[in-house]
């Protein structure tokens, strides 16, 4: 029989629409001799009720943070600020890396004209920088599975990089309370 897979006042994505909608009423459809629903569906105050396949239900923080960042890749966008021949001293005239983390070409890291103008060399290392990073991680994470599989054998220098690679890990994982955003502030405005 068939089970509800969201929740009331739960934010999902209806597919079919391109937005993002809240589950206003769980509607079971009963047919006779059932002791359950045979079916349910959502309705989401779009003007019908659509199936659970039809819906996607909003990433938690966790499932965010599970990226892999194999969707992590540098573009190239149209420099709009300048002509190709007024920045001949860009590396492409024209255009400016930004780095999508996402399957639609958007989210994820750009940089100002003006900043881009002023050291273009200093972004460009930026944007292949942030655009490796996923494969970095992936790196620096073999690293550590490789010393952890051979406790005792591994020189010192590779336990050391790799208890370092675990203290980073964990702080990219972490998701600062905003007392230490705010401390964190006040300490590079005094710098």
């Not at 009720?49 to 923080?61: P, S």
Request: charged share 30%; hydrophobic share 40%; glycine share 6%.
């Amino acid at each position: 029989m068939a089970k509800a897979i969201f929740q009331r006042n739960q934010k999902v994505w209806v597919e079919s629409v391109g937005a993002w909608a809240v589950v206003d009423k769980i509607v079971p459809i009963w047919a006779r001799g059932f002791d359950e629903p045979v079916r349910v569906t959502y309705d989401v105050g779009l003007g019908r009720d659509f199936q659970a396949h039809e819906l996607k239900a909003e990433q938690d923080g966790a499932e965010a943070l599970a990226d892999d960042g194999s969707r992590w890749r540098l573009l190239r966008a149209k420099n709009k600020w300048q002509a190709p021949e007024n920045c001949r001293h860009h590396p492409y005239p024209g255009s400016y890396p930004v780095v999508v983390t996402d399957v639609n070409d958007w989210g994820g890291w750009r940089v100002p004209g003006a900043e881009y103008d002023r050291d273009p060399m200093r972004i460009e290392f930026q944007a292949r920088m942030i655009a490796s990073a996923p494969r970095l991680l992936s790196a620096c994470r073999a690293l550590v599975r490789i010393v952890d599989e051979n406790p005792g054998h591994a020189p010192p220098e590779l336990v050391r990089l790799a208890e370092e690679v675990v203290k980073i890990e964990a702080y990219v994982k972490s998701v600062p309370t905003a007392e230490e955003v705010e401390a964190d502030t006040e300490v590079h405005a005094a710098e």
